[in-house]
């Protein structure tokens, strides 16, 4: 519920009210932008890497007219991507620890993620593959890429990020279609959100 929120709710509004964004976008899932923006009917699109290579086939009607470009942001500031959370993991409960260490290792390999990446044009964890010479002859973006993961940043670290993303979602959705002023959803869903978070705080009575 700070200003630079809202200021930020103003600016996404106006995109909507002055016809840079789509009508329909508050209601769009990711493939339906990715559909949107693949049939040229959008300038710009914020989606995940997959959208690389489906925009660029041949059928596309946008097969190389396109680039990445960090995300945008005010003036003085600073934008920044989102962080997947593909990440691997060993259950403390596993009977069988050692070999799901050994499958994380293969995983995480600077061999098996090049072959990954050349097949699904996923992304790294490794920073040397984004401009690995095999890599980027068949992905020539990847270089770009480098420079908006530099950027990114992880969500927030809570346990009820879940919660908290639902919350955000649902007011966000009512400013920017008009159905309460920016204030007034912000303060709502800053209210919600710090009560969830403080019963997420509260210790059990003994």
């Known amino acids: 519920d700070r200003p630079e ?3 930020a709710i103003e ?5 909507v009210q002055e016809g840079i964004a789509p009508p329909g976008v508050t209601t769009y899932h990711e493939e339906d932008t990715r559909r ?27 097969k190389g007219k396109i680039g990445i470009k960090p995300m945008v942001h005010a003036a003085g500031q600073s934008g920044a991507a989102c962080l997947g959370g ?27 993620q090049r072959q990954f990446i050349l097949k699904e044009g996923y992304l790294p964890s490794r920073r040397a593959l984004f401009t690995d ?21 992880l969500r927030p670290p809570i346990a009820q990020y879940a919660q908290a993303s639902d ?7 009512a400013a ?20 969830l978070l403080n019963a997420g705080q509260a210790k059990p009575s003994a």
């Open 5 to 7: 929120s809202l200021r």
């Open 176 to 195: 920017l279609t008009n159905r309460t002023s920016p204030e007034k959803a912000m303060q709502s869903a800053a209210n919600e959100t710090r009560r």
């Open 36 to 62: 949107f923006f693949q049939n040229g009917q959008a300038a710009f699109l914020r989606s995940w890497p997959y959208v690389w290579p489906l925009a660029n086939e041949e059928t596309s009607p946008i």
């Open 86 to 112: 593909w990440g691997f993991g060993i259950s403390k409960s596993s009977r069988h620890p050692e070999e799901a260490w050994k499958a994380i290792q293969y995983f995480t390999s600077e061999e098996t």
């Open 133 to 153: 010479p095999q890599i980027v002859a068949k992905y020539p973006h990847y270089p770009q890429i480098l420079e908006v993961v530099q950027k990114a940043v």
């Open 11 to 15: 600016f996404l509004r106006s995109t």
């Open 167 to 173: 919350i955000l979602q649902r007011y966000l959705s």
